[in-house]
Each structure stands twice: as C-alpha cells, then as structure tokens.
C-alpha cells in the first residue's frame, strides 16, 4: 500500500488561511469517506483533527475544516496562528480493511 | 484519565525478536479496538497493525505481515506486538492508539500513548 500524497511543506501569514491536500486512489481516499488528519508537534504523538472527511472531534479549534474531493482530500486551516506551527498527516481507510497514512506536510507560520 | 503507555522498546540487533506492551487505563479496554503506528527517526508516520476489542479480528501493513503479531489480554487492559526477524528499516518510536469506534471500526485514533523506541542495529 502505497502512502498517500501530501505537500511537504506549507506556510502562510497569522490570519491567513491554509489548505492541505492528501491525495489518493479509488482503493482508498475515493472509495470511502474515513479521511482522517492528525497534527503533531515536535516530540508529541499525533492528535487527532478531524475524521470521517469533515467531523471536529470536540475540543478541536473551528477553524480546522476538512473536504473530499475525488481521490483528493483537503485540510483548511484558517486564521492561521502561530500555534498551528506543526507537521500534519491525512489517512485513509483501504479497501484491504488497513489504513494508510500520508508522507506529512509542515506547517510554518510566517 | 484515559491513558495508553507504551514499553518494552530497546535496542536489538536485525534478525532479533522483541516484545512490545501498551497497558491502558481510565476507560473499558474491551469495547475498543486497538493499532499500532510507527514513525522512523525524522520521518512521518507508519500503520503498523490493529486488533478488534476482542482479539477476534488482526489486520497487518504489508511490510510487517509474516513478522509481526498483534495481541492483547483484556483481563489485564493491555496490548502487545511481537515483532520477529527485525530489520534496520524497523528502526521507530512505536505507538499504540486507541480507535475512535465503541465496538466498531473506524479507522482513526483519538487516543495515544507516548511511544516506545525500537532500534535495530548491530
């Protein structure tokens, strides 16, 4: 199972807004609507942002907004702050019942 | 408090056979699915495995399959990976994360631990 595609880096200004893409096959991103994405900070586990395409577990800021489209899926973040400094991972449910996840995008604050 | 703590990560030379636990607390061990991720030293993350909230059902990433066990004991809340014929390309800072699902599968995790680090090296 090949990882899914990410950019490896993205960066914008505070206040800005931010998109993240993840992309895909009809095995995985384009055949199910189980696209997760974690942000990580340096030297902490994963958290979870979002799930099933466009779910906010709660706690999670509203501006963590999350789409599908095709075999692409995309993470917005918006009103960028120096706190959404970190690397971000999508995943994705396989049609072989295994998860995927994607190569990683760091985030920079400018 | 809901907590996932990972041990047993050590140094070990390739061919080498290791036992890695997850001891889990603060909620019912049983009613939830478990994984294991990885991520090498400086680069992203890797699904490992994932075991059903009774042990019934294990799946495997391809490059562990044939080497790797999952396996968990609900009378003791905890999870384990056997992980045989170690390879350098192993090398990570393994974690366990609880999947999102009560009784079901949903192929994301809410919960994590801190991880445990598995180095293969002669």
């Known amino acids: 199972q090949s990882a899914l595609t990410q950019p490896a880096s993205v960066s914008g200004s505070p206040g800005q807004s931010i998109t993240i893409s993840c992309t895909g096959t009809?095995?995985?991103?384009?055949?199910?609507?189980?696209v997760s994405w974690y942000q990580q900070h340096p030297g902490k586990a994963p958290k979870l942002m979002i799930y099933d395409v466009t779910n906010r577990p709660s706690g999670v800021s509203y501006r963590f907004s999350g789409s599908k489209s095709g075999n692409t899926a995309s993470l917005t973040i918006s009103g960028l702050q120096a706190e959404d400094e970190a690397d971000y991972y999508c995943?994705?449910?396989?049609?072989?019942?295994?998860?995927?996840f994607g190569g990683g995008t760091n985030v920079t604050v400018l | 408090e809901v907590q996932l703590v990972e041990s047993g990560g050590v140094v070990v030379q390739p061919g080498g056979s290791l036992r890695l636990s997850c001891a889990a607390s603060?909620?019912?061990?049983?009613?939830?699915?478990i994984h294991w991720v990885r991520q090498p030293p400086g680069k992203g993350l890797e699904w490992v495995s994932l075991i059903g909230w009774n042990g019934g059902s294990t799946y495997y990433a391809d490059s562990v399959k044939g080497r790797f066990t999952i396996s968990r004991d609900n009378s003791k809340n905890s999870l384990y990976l056997q992980m045989n014929s170690l390879r350098p390309e192993d090398t990570a800072l393994y974690y366990c994360?609880?999947?999102?699902?009560?009784?079901?599968?949903?192929?994301?995790?809410?919960?994590w631990g801190k991880g445990t680090t598995v180095t293969v090296s002669s």
């Open positions: 603060g909620f019912t061990f049983d009613d939830y699915a």
């Open positions: 009809n095995s995985d991103i384009g055949g199910y609507n189980s």
């Open positions: 995943s994705s449910y396989t049609s072989r019942s295994t998860l995927v």
């Open positions: 994360a609880r999947d999102r699902g009560i009784r079901l599968y949903k192929y994301d995790m809410e919960v």
